[in-house]
């Protein structure tokens, strides 16, 4: 089963689209300072000796007064606590579906990854222990050339029992991950084995945030004067491709995004990864943004990763249109992000309690506030909700 397929399954099984954020936010001068994160060292003694015993390997050469070995041990310790109870308050409620922003994980050194690969297999070995699957996402948006860009998925989305170098096997196994196909589908092409063999990637198309409409929703026009090399024009833009892009949408120019999304489909198409009319490719169109029926026009078999919920206050009124109204898909309206308000529940400003120690009960009535939200979204748009 393809990824999209093994997505929209997870996703009916844990009775929502919501997909919840892993993103250990540090503010050295807020509530999410060391002395927060630290408390939850203890709680999980595994993860504390891991890393003291791996900081204390660091070459000695590392001077005391640049890198203190007991408060990095506490610190990666209490992060990597915080985030298996936020993960675990979660999968409580019935929520399988993660995603990790890799940034807050690589600012931690070479201990970032190290924490991030504990997170995954946590999880991983969590749903094991119930007979039952999770689906992680990693967000980190990479793209670049062939080359470059290959190592990548090999590096994300290898199985935790495929070898990525002699001798070491995969140490996330994430199902998806985000791509940025702006610098041309020379991103994707090195992930077809991947998503050949179910997994997925996620093409950054219309995001959340304010300046992203900047490119992604200009008007594209063909340059016709311009001069490209051999293996370049193989990939121009031709007007006989936005001649399609526009006839499907029935209207005279179309976006940046427009033609994005309408390039996804078609590589995806193009390389038979589509299965029961569903694409392991899927495209970030961000709840912030007003949408129009473009996205199903574009990509009837795609999936959509709405980011933007909670902190950012994405609205589902604005996402309605990316419901699918048939086939496989029928009644998916995307994957629905919510990182900060799903892992802090518990601050006031997210409707919680004020109280860390509340973070299952805080998490329980966040969860529970947007399955309703989520189910009168579609009772207002006249679509039955498929949960």
């Known amino acids: 089963m393809n990824a999209g397929l093994r997505l929209w399954e997870m996703q009916k099984n844990q009775g929502t689209g919501l997909c919840i954020g892993l993103d250990p936010h540090y503010d050295p001068r807020g509530p999410l300072d060391e002395a927060f994160y630290r408390q939850y060292s203890a709680r999980d003694f595994r993860t504390y000796s891991y890393f003291k015993s791996l900081v204390g390997g ?18 990666l310790a209490g992060v990597g606590g915080y985030m298996a109870e936020v993960a675990d308050a979660a999968w409580q409620e019935g929520i399988r579906v993660f995603k990790p922003q890799i940034a807050h994980y690589e600012r931690l050194h070479p201990f970032g990854m190290m924490l991030l690969g504990i997170i995954c297999q946590g999880t991983r070995w969590h749903a094991a222990e119930i007979s039952q699957n999770c689906f992680l996402i990693l967000d980190c948006k990479r793209g670049d050339i062939a080359e470059s860009q290959a190592p990548y998925y090999e590096a994300y989305l290898t199985d935790l029992d495929k070898e990525v170098f002699p001798g070491s096997y995969g140490q996330f196994g994430f199902d998806a991950m985000t791509v940025t196909t702006w610098m041309g589908e020379d991103v994707l092409t090195p992930g077809l084995p991947f998503f050949r063999n179910g997994k997925g990637a996620i093409v950054v198309t219309r995001s959340s945030n304010p300046s992203g409409t900047t490119f992604q929703d200009a008007l594209v026009n063909n340059d016709d004067e311009l001069e490209l090399s051999r293996a370049q024009g193989s990939f121009c833009l031709t007007p006989e491709v936005l001649m399609r892009v526009e006839d499907l949408l029935g209207k005279f120019q179309c976006s940046a995004h427009e033609v994005m999304l309408y390039l996804t489909s078609e590589f995806s198409r193009k390389h038979d990864l589509d299965e029961k009319g569903v694409s392991p490719l899927f495209s970030v169109m961000g709840s912030t943004v007003k949408m129009e029926s473009t996205f199903r026009e574009l990509r009837p078999g795609g999936i959509a990763l709405v980011p933007g919920f909670g902190a950012q206050e994405g609205q589902f009124e604005n996402v309605m249109p990316l419901v699918a109204t048939a086939g496989a898909l029928q009644g998916h309206l995307g994957i629905l992000s919510s990182s900060r308000a799903h892992n802090y529940p518990w601050m006031e400003k997210y409707g919680g309690s004020g109280d860390p120690k509340q973070l299952k009960s805080d998490m329980a009535r966040a969860i529970a506030a947007f399955r309703k939200q989520e189910k009168e ?7 039955a909700y498929p949960f």
């Open 377 to 383: 979204a579609y009772a207002a748009y006249g679509i």
């Open 58 to 75: 660091m070459p000695k050469t590392i001077t005391p007064n640049i890198f203190d070995y007991e408060r990095v041990t506490m610190f």
